[in-house]
């Protein structure tokens, strides 16, 4: 029981590294992952780096090929496009949620991150995206819907990836400016009870947010080359 417990921490040590990683872009989409030096370099065998692997691989973060060779996923339009069809369902309610269920630690966090937030640009790179992010996931932990909190905790980490992307799109002051008083006006929808106006706010927010673009240019991208650095 014990030897299966030290493979299961390792293992989980090994997911929740690998998993970062490419969620961070630091291992990039398509580039493929040396098990023995990953193992090596995270102090452990070959065993319980597999098992992460397996678990990425449901999650569809990694690709295997009939070799056991592992490859980061690659990005694409349709993982993209589905990935904001289900945000534009679960982030309006979340919000409406919210509105309803706030209490006064929460109002102290969504303050607290707004206070942090800065303009998703590429001059703003990571500390930006990291900061947005948090400002969100204050909002929608608001709602005090356990489920619904771990599914757009999934969402956004894969969303991450595309984000990323999206930096890489240029974009004028004005819609950087916009995007950044509706991140103001939705707190305090929020703070202030309007769950219907923050839902329908959220809305507009995100048909408006850089994953469209980033959709745009993958899409872009594939017609140009089917199978290109990126996507395939």
């Keep these: 029981m014990a030897e299966t417990h030290v ?22 989409p398509g580039s493929r992952l040396a098990q023995y030096e990953l193992a090596t370099s ?6 319980p780096l ?25 990005i694409g339009a349709t ?5 904001f069809e289900v945000r534009l369902l679960l982030d309006p309610p979340a919000v409406e949620l919210a509105a309803e269920r706030r209490t006064a630690d929460d109002i102290a ?13 590429r001059q703003g790179g990571e500390v930006a995206l990291a900061a947005h992010r948090d400002l ?3 909002v929608y932990r608001a ?25 890489h799109v240029v974009r004028d002051d004005e ?11 939705l707190v305090d929808l929020v703070v202030g009870g309007e769950g219907a106006r923050a839902a329908l706010l959220m809305h507009v927010h995100i048909t408006s947010s850089v994953t469209p673009a980033a959709i745009a240019l993958l899409d872009e991208h594939e017609h140009a080359k089917p199978c290109g650095h990126l996507v395939c």
Excluded: C
């Design 136 to 138: 969100h996931r204050t």
């Design 143 to 167: 709602s005090h819907n356990d489920v619904l909190i771990r599914l757009l905790d999934d969402l956004w980490d894969k969303s991450d990836r595309y984000r990323r992307l999206g930096l």
């Design 50 to 74: 597999r098992e992460a692997i397996r678990r990425l691989s449901s999650e569809n973060l990694v690709d295997l090929d009939t070799h056991r060779n592992v490859y980061v996923a690659r």
């Design 79 to 83: 993982e993209a496009r589905k990935l």
């Design 7 to 28: 493979l299961s921490s390792k293992s989980d040590v090994a997911y929740a590294e690998l998993r970062r990683r490419i969620l961070s872009g630091d291992l990039a």
């Design 109 to 121: 966090a969504m303050e607290a991150a707004m206070q942090r937030l800065l303009p998703v640009t």
């Design 175 to 185: 819609s950087r400016i916009r995007d950044f008083d509706e991140h103001r006006l």
């Design 42 to 47: 995270l102090n452990m065998s070959i065993t």
